[in-house]
């Protein structure tokens, strides 16, 4: 079966310091990997995905993700952390083969971006 | 990415009452999702509705308590029936979109609140 691990469930950072939200997974054989956004009141937003090539991935508002197999790690990142960040942050993942797959969520990680 | 709305935003209703919520998309997709996330929780897949066929419920939900209508490619239901406190929850309506049917998209959810 597959799964997600989000290990923290809250990350505090300073405005304008880098952010690191981390993420492991399993899954059987090769990984989709997606990051969604989802502040306060509203559904989810999608923010960056993982499906195959470059394992450094750049999304929407500044955000980027680095698939590492050899870790089973998706680590959503940005180089200056801004107060409107401050949200929950999914990760998900599902298979890559055979089609269409239900794909996991994280817990979730709220971030706080502090001014 | 497709845009999706859901009605009713949010609602307050009494216990042993049932709610309907919409879903519309504005463009045709093969496959709709509805997914409940509790409070301060993750996203639980409820069920699967694709046009044209009965929905597919995951483990611990069933279509007495959740009936999903699918009538066409842009329009679904979903009814929280007989309802009770713990229905509270946010209701999120999800579609896959876009080439390599990859990437799930989500509507605003819908609150509710049971009491």
């Known amino acids: 079966a597959q799964s997600v691990a989000q290990p923290e469930d809250q990350v505090n950072v300073a405005e304008g310091n880098p952010l690191t939200v981390k993420c492991t997974y399993s899954?059987?054989?090769?990984?989709?990997l997606f990051w969604y956004v989802q502040y306060p009141n509203r559904g989810l937003q999608f923010l960056l995905k993982?499906?195959?090539?470059?394992?450094l991935v750049k999304g929407s508002y500044g955000f980027e993700a680095e698939f590492n197999k050899s870790q089973t790690s998706f680590h959503l990142k940005k180089p200056s952390a801004l107060v409107s960040d401050s949200a929950l942050y999914f990760c998900?993942?599902?298979?890559?083969?055979?089609?269409?797959?239900?794909?996991?969520f994280g817990t979730g990680t709220k971030l706080q971006v502090i001014p | 990415s497709a845009v999706i709305s859901q009605k009713p935003s949010r609602d307050i209703c009494q216990r042993g009452t049932s709610l309907t919520i919409q879903c519309q998309v504005d463009?045709?997709?093969?496959?709709m999702f509805w997914y409940r996330q509790q409070p301060g929780q993750s996203l639980t897949l409820i069920a699967t509705?694709?046009?044209?066929?009965?929905?597919?419920?995951e483990s611990g939900f069933v279509i007495d308590k959740f009936p999903i209508s699918r009538p066409n490619l842009t329009f679904s239901t979903l009814t929280v029936s007989n309802m009770s406190p713990e229905d509270s929850s946010i209701y999120l309506c999800?579609?896959?979109?876009?080439?390599?049917?990859?990437?799930?998209?989500f509507g605003p959810g819908t609150r509710l609140t049971v009491l």
């Open positions: 999800s579609v896959i979109s876009g080439g390599g049917a990859d990437t799930q998209y």
């Open positions: 899954v059987s054989g090769n990984p989709y």
């Open positions: 993982y499906i195959t090539g470059d394992n």
């Open positions: 998900a993942v599902r298979p890559a083969q055979g089609g269409y797959q239900k794909v996991t």
């Open positions: 463009s045709q997709v093969t496959m």
């Open positions: 509705a694709n046009q044209g066929s009965e929905a597919t419920y």
